[in-house]
């Protein structure tokens, strides 16, 4: 398979999806900040400094998500029609798991955008505690679910 970012003589372009269909999209990401028992605390017992993490880091993410094109190179910008990002708290890490959701009728599909979300609510997690602890981790980002399009569906196993 050709990786498609890259003309004949191997230069980055933005790809040509004029000649696609323009298709319901769908795509899902998670990842998961894992901390300290007394950062996890910290949010959970809605004691952060800085407010209420669960709360900014989600909108930091659906923010996130509409600036995608701004921040990769060769992403087109999307009109986005949805975006949901889920935090949620999990003592066996312990940190926050987080789940973002977007969706779009175009012409390509918005798996960056969904990782943008995730990627994006989780370093709003870090800023927003690091005072308490500065070795967070920062992890399994990934894509769980992408559909629409030529391709088709795909789900993580």
Known sequence: MA???????????????SDKPVTART??????????REAFDLIRDGRAAKGDVL????????????????????????????VAV????????PGVRIEA?????GQTGVEMEALTAVSTAAL??????KAVDRGMQIG????TLKDGGKSG???AP
């Open 27 to 36: 795509a899902s990401a998670r990842g998961h900040v894992s901390m300290s």
């Open 86 to 93: 889920e935090l949620d708290l999990d003592e066996a890490l």
């Open 55 to 82: 709360s900014v880091a989600r909108l930091a993410g659906i923010m996130g998500a509409k600036r995608t094109a701004d921040l990769i190179p060769l992403c087109h910008p999307l009109p986005i029609a949805r």
């Open 153 to 155: 569906r795909y789900e």
């Open 3 to 17: 990786l498609t970012h890259f003309d004949a003589k191997g230069d980055a372009h933005m790809v040509d999806v």
């Open 101 to 105: 959701t977007v969706r779009t009728t």
């Open 140 to 143: 399994g980002i990934r894509v």
């Open 124 to 129: 709003t997690v870090y800023d927003m505690v």
